[in-house]
Antibody
Framework: QVQLVQSGAEVKKPGASVKVSCKASGYTFTSYYMHWVRQAPGQGLEWMGIINPSGGSTSYAQKFQGRVTMTRDTSTSTVYMELSSLRSEDTAVYYC??????????????WGQGTLVTVSS | DIQMTQSPSSLSASVGDRVTITCQASQDISNYLNWYQQKPGKAPKLLIYDASNLETGVPSRFSGSGSGTDFTFTISSLQPEDIATYYCQQYDNLPPRITFGGGTKVEIK
């Protein structure tokens, strides 16, 4: 069965960087794009970007351009999301989610369990 | 950027009631519209894709309709386990971009 298992919670100081991992299993890793979505406490869902695990190409939301980097390791079927220059507003749960089999891969059919990143001095 | 306006932001209904949530796009998005359910402390779950297709394993009381700019999500008979926040989501492919609606919190009256 498809599983996306994310790394554990992180506490970071303002200005630092965080790197969250998402290990995929149960399907062909390079056949499905992967999205990253975050959710601040009590708030809605916010899309951060997408990575093609096959070639490594990425597309980021304008809000995060210059601060976010998404990478992948095909040998371990893992995608990574690194966010730099952290500020308190980046405190959120970060999710990876697979782009599913729907029109243009526009749906997110499997999600990781989420990783809480807390930014605090 | 395409904006998604979801309403209402919250609602309270009785068990067995029909519940309807709407989502309006700021421009034509064809049928690139999906619906998710999120329970507290959990990741979102895909319920409806491509505006009207029920994801495998999702109960048939959930349904979606619409195309272009106006979309509707319906729970035909609200159950206690349906208490959650529901989000619509659209997709642009040039460049790839996803936008979520603001969410609708569904509670039992």
């Amino acid at each position: 069965q498809v599983q996306l298992v994310q790394s554990g919670a992180e506490v970071k100081k303002p200005g630092a960087s965080v790197k969250v991992s998402c290990k995929a299993s149960g399907y062909t890793f390079t056949s499905y794009y992967m999205h990253w979505v975050r959710q601040a406490p009590g708030q809605g869902l916010e899309w951060m970007g997408i990575i093609n695990p096959s070639g490594g190409s990425t597309s980021y939301a304008q809000k995060f351009q210059g601060r976010v980097t998404m990478t992948r390791d095909t040998s371990t079927s893992t995608v990574y999301m690194e966010l730099s220059s952290l500020r308190s507003e980046d405190t959120a749960v970060y999710y990876c989610a697979r782009a599913g089999v729907c029109s243009g891969g526009s749906c997110l059919d499997y999600w990781g369990q989420g990783t809480l990143v807390t930014v605090s001095s | 950027d395409i904006q998604m306006t979801q309403s209402p932001s919250s609602l309270s209904a009785s068990v067995g009631d029909r519940v309807t949530i709407t989502c309006q796009a700021s421009q034509d998005i064809s049928n690139y519209l999906n619906w998710y359910q999120q329970k507290p402390g959990k990741a979102p779950k895909l319920l409806i894709y491509d505006a009207s297709n029920l994801e495998t394993g999702v109960p048939s009381r959930f349904s979606g309709s619409g195309s272009g700019t106006d979309f509707t999500f319906t729970i035909s008979s609200l159950q206690p386990e349906d208490i959650a926040t529901y989000y619509c989501q659209q997709y642009d492919n040039l460049p790839p971009r996803i936008t979520f609606g603001g969410g609708t919190k569904v509670e039992i009256k």
